[in-house]
């Protein structure tokens, strides 16, 4: 294998994941993407051969390269608004899909979240609480003992837990579901989505109002991700935004369109509740 075949297996593999990770920690797609894109141009630039574990390797510097962000003083100045607005959709479980805001407050929200931590602190909750590193793994991205890395994160816990009032330490089922769902979307592969949707799974999209377009439902896993496929697939970037169940975002051209609630049985995705805003699903190219 050349290095430009391992570069682009590694891309399809891993892209998906780490801009993920990047969102959670920048609280922008744009940053999040622009912090894998430089990650995956250093791994480009490595010896042929130093990189044993590349996904490894590249969560590291992907990390390293969102401290920086977090520590410089673009991203240090104050927002308006009250977070509580746009997660209070995400906080009930039992709430409906169609109460999720599909609005700059959704990322306003997250981020000013997240901006009561510290940097350290932001990257050590994310990697460990969020995505399940170990703390020995997370002291080589901090460069600090394991021992502190764990204290930061238990005072993220703490912060984030006094702030909102609200859970959002995810379940490992709920993280590992999510990840694969996410990995499948961005690579159009039908056979790894059928895996993670319950025999019986369907799903439900509602339309922002404006639209005027009536609720439209889907039964089957097959003709679920279908359409999953067809609508979040290459041309879209998914993340994970921290619920009591599962949450993800999809932006088009760093556009968030719409917002989807995952129902859990088994292990398994059961029911897809989405809410899209057609003005601007319509508004980036590929959308269609």
Not at 16 to 35: C, I, S
Request: with cysteine; net charge negative.
């Amino acid at each position: 294998m050349t290095v430009s075949d391992a570069l682009i297996n590694t891309w399809r593999a891993d892209r998906a994941y780490l801009v993920d990770l990047a969102y959670r920690m920048l609280g922008t797609v744009d940053e999040a993407e622009d912090a894998v894109q430089e990650a995956f141009m250093r791994f480009a630039l490595a010896a042929p051969g130093s990189i044993e574990d590349p996904r490894a390797w590249l969560t590291v510097v992907t990390s390293r390269l969102c401290l920086d962000v977090l520590r410089s003083a673009r991203v240090r100045h104050e927002f308006p608004g009250d977070p509580a607005v746009a997660l209070a959709a995400f906080a009930d479980p039992a709430s409906p899909a169609d109460r999720v805001t599909l609005d700059d407050e959704v990322q306003l929200a997250l981020l000013l979240l997240l901006q009561r931590l510290s940097p350290a602190e932001r990257v050590a909750f994310v990697l460990h609480d969020v995505f399940g590193m170990r703390f020995e793994d997370i002291a080589e991205t901090l460069g600090k003992p394991a021992g502190t890395c764990r204290q930061l994160a238990r005072r993220a816990r703490l912060k984030i837990a006094a702030e909102a009032g609200l859970n959002f330490i995810e379940k490992n089922e709920h993280r590992r579901v999510t990840e694969r769902f996410i990995a499948a979307c961005a690579g159009g592969d039908l056979t790894e989505l059928l895996d993670v949707l319950h025999p019986q799974a369907w799903g439900r999209v509602a339309f922002t109002a404006e639209s005027g377009l009536a609720p439209v439902i889907t039964q089957g896993p097959n003709n679920v991700a279908d359409n999953l496929i067809r609508f979040y697939g290459a041309h879209t970037t998914l993340v994970s935004y921290p619920a009591a169940n599962p949450v993800l975002l999809a932006f088009r051209e760093q556009r968030l369109f719409a917002a989807l609630k995952l129902t859990l049985a088994d292990g398994l995705i059961r029911r897809i509740d989405t809410t899209v805003d057609p003005g601007r699903a319509a508004a980036a190219p590929g959308s269609g």
